[in-house]
């Protein structure tokens, strides 16, 4: 009997519970040890809650281990010697559990006996087993996509490495109206260049991807989907990215296959893209590695869990102190222009701004630069010769950088009635 699963991304069919000892196959415990955990890290980063881990024999000769929640189905799929068809349930974190206590460099002869999934090795009766459960049993049936294209080795990883910091974490207030927040946006435009995007609502970035091609429509993929799917995949091999006529986004290599629903919508780009700004009054010019080891000085030292640091900019240079004057640097740095005296960043959000300069890919000139228009204005981040990347951080408002501006422009004004008097 054939039925849709509730997620649709694959099909379920009924299949057999052995009850007796039956020998079904031999793996290296290495091997199975670099199936298994794999699958247990992808299903911890894909969602809460514990995962129903399915081992199958297939048509092909391979041995299937795969799982499924309601955002992504995985399949791993190994070539070794099977002695009969099997199709068994057991739960994912269980089993990788007792698979990582098992024997390194000894073959593991895998029976199910009872309701008893045995794993044994040696010439004596050497075994661990798991329980197995009696439910039905789905069969993957990965969806022929419509469209494929191909990522570089390493996309992926470095997809999730640089840019998933910007996204907004599950439980984020404004998910609700925009899903899209909680992944990273691909888009594609007419002259075939591929963009990614991620926001928080308080960092935003754009940028040009070149490791990687991308389909005609825009999709946002869930953070913590690309996550699970890049502990299965390995960072050394090409990508195969696939969309299916109904949605699916299937990413395949070897024999490894993962299926996951993009998320719905997708970001306001064309109000979010206006907030770069690189006509700004002010340009301040900065070390990127003292600002990252600032930013997490200040992590350290900030109170009452407000990792807050105020920039002054005087005299062409910059001066950085916490809200409580605990910690104060100078950071040297310059300023070029005026009309903005003082900021206020978060120390989190700007380290992580920061330290996407990291990415060989998108390394450049070793100082970066804060194009600020006022206090309360969305900062532009970039480095200069940089120009795939653009990126706001969202300053803080605090009352202290208000009476610092506001002294400022109190000063201001009354110099220029001064000179209006002819004082």
């Avoid at 024997?103 to 661990?128: A, C, F, T």
């Avoid at 040009?208 to 960072?235: C, G, H, I, Y």
């Avoid at 950085?320 to 104060?328: C, K, R």
């Avoid at 070029?336 to 989190?348: L, N, P, W, Y």
Wanted: hydrophobic share 45%; glycine share 8%.
């Amino acid at each position: 009997m054939i039925r849709k699963s509730k997620n649709k991304i694959f099909e379920e069919v009924k299949g057999p519970v052995f009850w007796g000892p039956i020998f079904m196959f031999k793996i290296p415990a290495e091997m199975l040890k670099g199936v298994v955990g794999p699958l247990a890290k992808s299903a911890r980063k894909s969602g809460t809650g514990n995962k129903t881990l399915y081992i199958s024999t297939t048509d092909e000769g391979n041995v299937s281990f795969y799982f499924a929640d309601a955002a992504l189905s995985v399949e791993r799929k190994v070539n070794v010697a099977i002695e009969a068809e099997m199709s068994v349930a057991t739960m994912l974190f269980e089993i990788d559990q007792k698979v990582s206590a098992l024997p390194s460099h000894e073959e593991i002869l895998i029976q199910v006996q009872g309701s008893r999934l045995m794993m044994k090795w040696g010439g004596r009766d050497s075994h661990i087993a798991v329980d197995l459960l009696p439910e039905t049993l789905p069969m993957l049936e990965p969806p022929t996509p419509d469209t494929t294209v191909s990522w570089k080795p390493g996309a992926l990883h470095g997809i999730v490495r640089m840019m998933i910091p910007f996204c907004a974490l599950p439980g984020h207030e404004k998910a609700t109206s925009l899903p899209a927040i909680l992944g990273i946006q691909f888009t594609k435009d007419e002259a075939g260049d591929v963009y990614l995007r991620a926001t928080d609502s308080f960092k935003y970035i754009r940028c040009m991807a070149n490791k990687m091609d991308w389909f005609d429509q825009t999709l946002s993929l869930e953070s913590r989907t690309l996550q699970a799917v890049s502990e299965v995949l390995p960072p050394d091999a090409e990508v195969t990215v696939g969309l299916t006529k109904s949605g699916l986004v299937v990413f395949k290599t070897g024999l490894a296959t993962c299926i996951t629903a993009p998320l719905n919508g997708v970001l306001p780009v064309e109000y979010m893209d206006k907030a770069f700004n690189y006509k700004a009054k002010s340009k301040i010019r900065l070390d990127r590695l003292e600002l990252i080891e600032l930013m997490r000085r200040v992590r350290k030292v900030a109170a009452n869990n407000k990792p807050y640091t105020i920039l002054i900019m005087k005299d062409g240079r910059v001066t950085a102190q916490t809200i409580d004057g605990a910690l104060v640097q100078d950071l040297g740095g310059a300023v070029e222009g005026g009309g903005v005296d003082a900021i206020a960043i978060h120390a989190e959000h700007m380290e992580i701004a920061a330290m996407f300069f990291q990415s060989p890919n998108y390394r450049g000139s070793d100082e970066i630069v804060l194009y600020v228009n006022g206090h309360r204005a969305p900062i532009t981040i970039g480095l200069d010769g940089q120009e795939r990347v653009n990126m706001t951080v969202l300053p803080v408002v605090v009352t202290e950088v208000e009476k610092l501006n506001a002294g400022s422009a109190t000063a201001a004004t009354s110099k220029s009635a001064a000179v209006a008097a002819g004082v």
